[in-house]
């Protein structure tokens, strides 16, 4: 079935040094979601990826997904500790009404 | 801003006991999920409903598992007889008014946290 991997799996950084998470699918994807869950909260919607290549931004954070619709990527810019929690793809493949969520990669800003 | 209730927020329920969660979804929404999480790790699919029926449903949701939309407002997770392993965080969640291709996001619920022992 469709895996999908996301590198690293924890980070830790110092509050204004930049994040990247990396999300990978073994199949290629319709689209693609992006999540943020704080500690003891549930997933909350960030953003949307439907087209190859697409980049969208938001405020401090950039999204990107692949030219082959198999892989994206969120980059947070300076951190900051309300940036704390895990961040999961969510890729949905065509004809399908499920989303698989990432493994997802938990962030830790320290001050 | 409308948003999907899950009830109990916390079950606790013995080895072998039947449990009931509940969600109530986004009135105008159209599809339903049940995803679970067990602690520190990821969000893991269960079940998808659209039309009254399932749509697609993992490996995990076996044949102890049901879901159900009883009256058009509440959509709920059946766990017949439980076991350890089914101590988790379960969410639902709902979207979408249209066409599967509209590609709305997920509304996730603040989930039931069921602890079996």
């Known amino acids: 079935g469709q895996q999908v991997m996301q590198i690293p799996q924890y980070q830790h950084v110092q509050e204004g040094e930049d994040f990247t998470t990396y999300c990978n699918s073994s199949t290629t994807l319709s689209n693609i979601q992006w999540y943020k869950q704080r500690p003891g909260g549930h997933p909350v919607f960030l953003i949307q990826l439907v087209k190859s290549g697409e980049v969208k931004k938001q405020k401090r954070l950039t999204f990107q997904f692949g030219e082959a619709k198999k892989n994206s990527s969120l980059h947070i810019t300076a951190t900051q500790t309300t940036d704390v929690g895990t961040y999961f793809c969510a890729a949905r493949g065509s004809g399908t009404y499920k989303y698989i969520f990432g493994t997802g990669t938990r962030l830790k800003v320290l001050a | 801003e409308p948003e999907v209730t899950q009830t109990p927020s916390h079950q606790v329920t013995q080895m072998g006991q039947e449990v009931i969660l509940r969600c109530v979804p986004i009135s105008n929404h159209l599809y339903f999920y049940w995803y679970r999480q067990i602690l520190g790790q990821k969000v893991e699919f269960l079940v998808s409903?659209?039309?009254?029926?399932?749509?697609?449903k993992s490996e995990i949701f076996d044949d102890q598992f049901s879901v159900e939309r009883p009256d058009g407002s509440n959509f709920t997770l059946k766990i017949r007889s439980t076991k350890l392993e089914d101590s988790a965080m379960y969410f639902c969640a709902s979207t979408g008014t249209g066409a599967v291709s509209d590609n709305s996001p997920l509304h996730f619920g603040n989930g039931t946290r069921l602890t079996v022992t």
């Open positions: 409903f659209y039309n009254n029926e399932i749509s697609e």
